[in-house]
């Protein structure tokens, strides 16, 4: 059974850092993270290849969001620095169909999700 858990969102002040983990059943597969805002859409993040070496990010995070893993203890990172208001979102650790490109913001699996809140 796929396994995904999220943890490591909460509130946080602009200008402020916040570190997501996940923690993945599922071993060499590409993964995501993407956010969803009350009244929008999914909005890939980053993404990250199942060998680590190859990395996405959004125009609007790219700078000040890291993604990593650790794939020996089958764990992905998001780290956010710099946080803006318009961060603020449920954030899913997700995996990608095999073979869509890091870019793509399709998903086969995804877990709970974690909210990220950022005050102004």
């Known amino acids: 059974q796929v396994q995904l858990e999220e943890s490591g969102g909460g509130l946080v002040q602009a200008g402020g850092s916040l570190r997501l983990s996940c923690a993945n059943s599922v071993s060499n597969r590409a993964m995501g993270w993407f956010r969803q805002a009350p009244g929008k859409g999914r909005e890939t993040v980053a993404a990250i290849s199942p060998s680590g070496l190859s990395t996405y990010y959004a125009d609007s995070v790219k700078g000040r969001f890291t993604i990593s893993r650790d794939n020996p203890n089958d764990m992905v990172y998001l780290q956010m620095n710099s946080l803006k208001p318009e961060d603020t979102a449920v954030y899913y650790c997700?995996?990608?169909?095999?073979?869509?490109?890091?870019?793509?913001?399709?998903?086969?699996?995804w877990g709970q999700g974690t909210q990220v809140t950022v005050s102004s």
């Open positions: 997700a995996i990608k169909f095999m073979g869509a490109p890091l870019i793509s913001s399709t998903y086969q699996y």
